[in-house]
């Protein structure tokens, strides 16, 4: 909807609100939000005009002109308001281009029905549910959400030893701590595990006392003393670590003029706090016999990297009607790179059927050495006896080893 409103017939008057009414014909009222704030203002810009010349007509003087001084700054009032105007209008295109992706991307990318790919019965065992619940209550103490675990518990039926739960227990606390920069539990917790933690060949100790000696660095001069008597803890490390020690007791010659205006400016970097986490749950988890990350989340992140590849496999099978290739039992139609962040242990693929092993088809030594799958060494009988594909040995196919990895 398009507003003019005149304020007065004077030749600089009519100029103004002739470049108003040009300025509202190019965009209209309400187009949006922002847009719609900058038309109200230069709406409330005219109405002043307009009591201005009301005001001029009733003291006799209906043909004043404006002061050439007002008329200029009114000018270049509407000029900035039409660049304003222009330049929301360019983002706003270019913002809703980029949003009204998202809608296709995500129809593309999600399909609604992926039962398809899915197993039936998997969880229709008691023993399976129990076991996946136990999966997420183990989750959940892990990300510090124990009340939501102990829900979960009730709920499902079923128990967590207390010998489980501490060790969660305790981790969570000792990070929560170190988020909000409270060295002591993780240093306590470090030097009670120090034997253990060096038979790791763990920096968890050094990197905390190093830490904490930043930290009364950056108090200055008072704290010299006491970061003096504090580098003694530096002592069992001074082997190890002799040049970062180095590094830190010669920034105590910069403590009058503050570190931050020092050489040793490195050594205030805050990204060394999200460090120390990562370092302690890598190392805690290793002293407890626990992975780093979560099992829960490790298989829902190789899910949702593994199912759009398998939807695309099922449609292609469907199409072309193989559907006795797959028979989704413990086995996949092809191999799918999850990337070295999923990578635990090694799988023995076959080089001759290029299928992975699995129990009922396990890896074969042959006498010469060479290793090929149960099923590949069936093929390859002939006449009672075995050729190895690789070399001219043969061989009864008694004489194969079941080997394991």
């Not at 965009?27 to 009591?51: C, F």
């Not at 996949?332 to 090694?346: Q, R, V």
């Amino acid at each position: 909807m398009t507003i003019v409103k005149w304020g007065w017939h004077s030749p600089q008057g009519k100029g103004i609100c002739t470049l108003t009414q040009s300025l509202r014909t190019t965009s209209p009222l309400g187009q949006d939000l922002p847009q719609n704030h900058v038309w109200m203002v230069l709406y409330k810009l005219e109405s002043a005009i307009d009591r201005h010349g009301s005001a001029s007509a009733t003291t006799g003087h209906l043909d004043a002109q404006l002061s050439a001084t007002l008329s200029l700054i009114m000018s270049q009032c509407c000029k900035k308001i039409k660049d304003t105007v222009q330049k929301l209008a360019l983002d706003h295109k270019d913002i809703h281009g980029s949003v009204s992706k998202v809608g296709k991307a995500i129809d593309r990318n999600f399909d609604t029905d992926v039962s398809g790919v899915g197993v039936e019965g998997v969880w229709d065992s008691h023993e399976k549910q129990q076991f996946l619940s136990e999966a997420v209550v183990e989750h959940l103490y892990r990300q510090g959400l124990l009340n939501v675990a102990e829900e979960l518990c009730q709920e499902s039926g079923i128990c967590i030893d207390l010998s489980q739960k501490e060790p969660f227990l305790e981790l969570n606390r000792i990070l929560e701590a170190l988020r909000m920069r409270n060295l002591r539990p993780a240093l306590e917790w470090a030097m009670a595990n120090r034997e253990r933690l060096l038979a790791l060949s763990s920096t968890l100790e050094f990197k905390l006392h190093r830490l904490y000696f930043i930290s009364l660095l950056t108090g200055g001069v008072i704290n010299q003393i006491e970061a003096l008597e504090y580098a003694k803890n530096f002592q069992p490390f001074a082997q190890q670590h002799q040049r970062d020690i180095q590094v830190l007791m010669g920034s105590l010659v910069y403590l009058r003029h503050g570190i931050a205006n020092s050489p040793y400016l490195h050594l205030l970097d805050s990204n060394q706090w999200a460090d120390i986490c990562d370092i302690f749950t890598r190392d805690a988890c290793a002293l407890l016999g626990l992975s780093v990350e979560s099992p829960l989340s490790v298989s829902f992140s190789a899910g949702c990297l593994a199912l759009p590849v398998l939807l695309n496999i099922k449609a292609v099978i469907e199409q072309r009607q193989c559907t006795g290739i797959w028979s989704q039992k413990d086995e996949l139609p092809i191999e799918i790179e999850l990337g070295k962040k999923c990578w635990y242990h090694s799988v023995f693929a076959c080089p001759i059927l290029r299928q992975q092993a699995t129990e009922s088809n396990p890896p074969m030594k042959l006498i010469c050495g060479h290793v090929i799958s149960r099923d590949a060494l069936n093929k390859l009988i002939n006449s009672g006896k075995l050729k190895c594909p690789y070399c001219p040995m043969e061989q009864a196919p008694a004489d194969a080893k079941q080997i394991y990895f």
